[in-house]
């Protein structure tokens, strides 16, 4: 046991990571879902979109929430808190709070990890690329909303004087309506080419911003249509720089939206669900749409049933099972026998996981030669892993060019899952091979209190001294029970 541990009811954390609901299971006990054939022309909604999602932002009753909710929410602001810390001392979150400097707006409230106070708009912006610059904010289905909503909620909170319980309180609205966009329209990502951190996150966000200000329920369609004009995000740029500026871009343009929507700003109530240049039309052509999980609001908690995954490893998180599979097999092998690597992954995972050796820290993460060598020859990629010297090591430069990345046909028609086989070939012609299904921190395989508190401490250290740590730790732990904020922005600044 560790010194905090006693901060977690266990019987609770185990459930939030899954381990109860899965008792039984193994990390390959289940094979993915396969994709089934699509439908991109969905029946229209009963009642406007708009309509749907404002009675939930407006009137959600966090009483109504199963206590594991609660238990997740706190996890989510305990991981979150914890990756904006590190991430804050990352050189694009430097550059992005260089700039914020530079802007000189209002010192109203603080920058996570900073000494530096500045407008919510830009501390959000300035959070969000903090809280996602490492990869190693949690995801859920089709994504990583914790790293929009929480970085835009923290500051508003600051500047309106809300309670903890509020914000939590907030944060499950978003994440809620963050994942029914995704779950209406999962081929987004995968298929579209876009990356829902921006595309449904800056939606998601709004709606948490917009819980957490009370904003009146005929406010909501219009703020809804501001964060869908404000939304995006290119794939295209994973591995560099902009990737983060996603989510810090979501953070901001949320507040934007709520500031400007209470305000009167006006914008299309069907904005959402227009036959034809609405937003689910213009950002899923030719990919399965369907409204029907918008019944569910309110009803059937996406918290409580999915849940969150809490990254083991700071980098992409579809290259996880392909890292688990290469440490199960380090205790077979002698890497230096090892004549080759082969990762088979899934169509998705491959288009977002490059086959070359990195040239930064940013495109390390997404490098499959780098990870497969790294996991091989020092186990696992922790924060050590990306920074430059690391990148620079001859024998993972070595191993790496044996490494070889394909799409498994096992795998071929797999979309909402990331399974990876791995096959090692060595010197006398013999091949080892292991298959993961789920990677570390999914429900089949939670992580465990202890690795949840290493992930912490080695994060908020980054940033903060052990002691501000252990007070941070504490009261998120506490966060719904704690009447104000103001002991926590003492202990977050840099």
């Known amino acids: ?30 094979e993915p879902k396969r994709d089934s054939p699509r439908d991109s022309t969905p029946a229209a909604p009963t009642r406007p979109l708009s309509d749907t999602i404002a009675e939930f932002v407006v009137g ?27 991430g804050s001392r990352e050189e694009g979150a430097q550059m992005v709070c260089e700039m914020v400097r530079q802007e000189g707006a209002a010192a109203q409230v603080c920058v ?23 990869d190693y904010d949690m995801s859920s289905l089709l994504g990583q909303p914790t790293a929009p909503i929480i970085p835009a909620l923290l500051p508003l909170a600051e500047s309106t004087g809300a309670t903890p319980a509020e914000a939590m309180t907030a944060f499950i609205v978003g994440f809620e309506v963050c994942l029914k966009f995704a779950r209406a329209a999962p081929e987004q990502s995968s298929l579209g080419g876009w990356h829902a951190v921006s595309s449904i996150g800056t939606i998601g966000a709004a709606m948490a911003c917009a819980r957490l200000l009370r904003v009146r329920r005929e406010q909501v369609a219009d703020i809804l249509g501001i964060a869908a004009s404000l939304s995006g995000g ?19 343009n949320a507040i ?38 918008f019944r569910e609001l309110g009803r059937r908690y996406d918290i409580v049933e999915r849940g969150f995954k809490p990254k083991r490893y700071p980098c992409g998180g579809l290259g996880h099972t392909a890292i688990d599979a290469t440490l199960e097999l380090r205790n077979e092998i002698n890497v230096a026998d090892v004549t080759a690597i082969k990762a088979g992954i899934t169509p998705y995972a491959a288009s977002r996981i490059g086959d070359k050796y990195p040239t930064s820290i940013e495109s390390a993460k997404f ?8 996991t091989a020859l020092y186990g696992p990629p922790m924060l050590a892993a990306f920074e430059p010297a690391a990148i620079a090591d001859e024998s993972t430069k070595a191993l790496a060019r044996k490494v070889s990345v394909t ?36 429900p089949q395989a939670p992580l465990t209190t202890e690795q949840v ?24 732990n506490r966060m719904d029970r704690e009447p104000s904020f103001d002991p926590l922005w003492a202990s977050i600044a840099g």
């Open 1 to 30: 046991m560790t010194a905090h541990e006693n901060l977690f009811d266990r019987r609770l954390f185990l459930a939030a990571s899954g381990t109860l609901a899965l008792a039984g299971q193994g990390a390959r006990a289940q």
């Open 60 to 86: 959600f009753d966090p009483a109504s929430l199963p206590p594991i909710g609660i238990e997740r929410a706190r996890l989510a602001f305990i991981d979150t808190l914890a990756v904006m810390l590190a």
């Open 112 to 134: 996570i990890g900073q000494r530096l106070r500045t407008s919510p708009q830009l501390a959000a912006l300035a959070n969000g690329v903090a809280a996602h610059i490492m």
């Open 234 to 252: 290119l794939s295209a740029n994973f591995g560099t720089m902009t990737k983060p500026l996603h989510s810090g871009a979501s953070a901001r």
């Open 256 to 293: 934007l939206a709520v500031s400007l929507g209470r305000s009167g700003f006006t914008a299309n109530a069907a904005a959402l669900e227009h036959p034809v240049s609405g937003y689910f039309r213009a950002f899923n052509r030719g990919t399965r749409i369907s409204f029907d999980p």
């Open 367 to 374: 490098s499959m030669p780098y990870l497969a060598a790294y």
């Open 407 to 442: 799409v498994d046909p096992q795998f071929a028609d797999v979309l909402d899952d990331s399974p990876a086989r791995v096959v090692v070939t060595l010197g006398d012609g013999r091949s080892v091979e292991r298959t993961r299904y789920y990677a570390s921190g999914t």
């Open 453 to 476: 508190e290493e992930k912490f401490f080695s994060c908020a250290q980054r940033a903060v001294d052990k002691g501000a740590a252990a007070r941070v730790f504490a009261f998120v």
